[in-house]
Antibody, heavy 115, light 113 residues
C-alpha cells in the first residue's frame, strides 16, 4: 500500500524557516518525481515544487522561488521542503504527492505563519 | 501560464442524479507526444485529494465506473452517472501537459440539494 506521511509543520513567525518531510512507502520512491502542493485555508490547490526522481531537476512556482527548496534522500525514501523567509500568505496545508499524475497524496501538514 | 477554468463553481445534486463538470484550458493540453495530461481529483471534506481520472478519460484503479472523463484540446468534462453520497466534495482538474508548470482548476463543489 502506497503511503506518504508528512511532518514538520507548525506555527512560526514571519521571516522564520521551517523544513517539512514526507516519508514514502509502498512503492519504489527513487523511480518517481515528487511534488509539493499547498492549500490555503478554504482555498484551492496550488502546485509549488517538483523534484525529479534522481534530483537532477527541480522546479518551483513563482510564489516560492528563491525562498523554498525541494530535495530528497532516496536512501531514506524521504522528500523535503525547506521553507525560508516565511510570510503570512504561506499559511496553508502542505501536501506531498507522487508522480506525473499526482496519483497518491499524503494527509498533509499544516503550516501557520503568524506573529 | 495555463489557466484552467472550472464550471460551475458549485453543483447541487440529488442522490442518483447525473451531473457534469467542465474544465476549460487557456491553451491546448495536447502534448507533443500525443498524450493529453488532464486529470481529475476529488477532495472529500477533511481529506487530501485523490486521483479519479488521468489522461482525460482513464479511470484510476478502484474508482467506480460511474465516473467518466472526456474531452480534447482545451475542453474537458467529468461526468458522474448517478451521484452517491460518498461523491460529495470538491472536484479539481489539473494539467501536466505544460510541465514543469502545473495548474489546478479552482474547483467545483458538489453538494446535496
Amino acid at each position: 500500500e502506497v503511503q506518504l506521511v508528512e511532518s514538520g509543520g507548525g506555527l512560526v513567525k514571519p521571516g522564520s524557516s521551517l523544513k517539512l518531510s514526507c516519508v514514502a512507502s509502498g512503492f519504489t520512491f527513487s523511480s518517481y518525481g515528487m511534488h509539493w502542493i499547498r492549500q490555503a485555508p478554504k482555498k484551492g490547490l496550488e502546485w509549488i515544487a517538483l523534484i525529479y526522481y534522481d534530483s537532477s531537476n527541480k522546479y518551483y512556482a513563482d510564489s516560492v522561488k528563491g525562498r523554498f527548496t525541494i530535495s530528497r534522500d532516496n536512501s531514506k525514501n524521504t522528500l523535503y521542503l525547506e521553507m525560508n523567509s516565511l510570510r503570512s500568505e504561506d499559511t496553508a496545508m502542505y501536501y506531498c504527492a507522487k508522480g506525473v499524475n499526482f496519483d497518491y497524496w499524503g494527509q498533509g501538514v499544516m503550516v501557520t505563519v503568524s506573529s | 501560464d495555463v489557466v484552467l477554468t472550472q464550471t460551475p463553481p458549485t453543483l447541487s445534486a440529488t442522490i442518483g442524479q447525473s451531473v457534469s463538470i467542465s474544465c476549460r484550458s487557456s491553451q491546448s493540453l495536447l502534448h507533443s507526444n500525443g498524450n493529453t495530461y488532464l486529470n481529475w481529483l476529488l477532495q472529500r471534506p477533511g481529506q487530501p485529494p485523490q486521483l479519479l481520472i488521468y489522461l482525460v478519460s482513464r479511470l484510476e484503479s478502484g474508482v467506480p465506473n460511474r465516473f467518466s472523463g472526456s474531452g480534447s484540446g482545451t475542453d474537458f468534462t467529468l461526468k458522474i452517472s448517478g451521484v452517491e453520497a460518498e461523491d460529495l466534495g470538491v472536484y479539481y482538474c489539473v494539467q501536466s501537459t505544460h510541465a514543469p508548470m502545473y495548474t489546478f482548476g479552482a474547483g467545483t463543489k458538489l453538494e446535496l440539494k
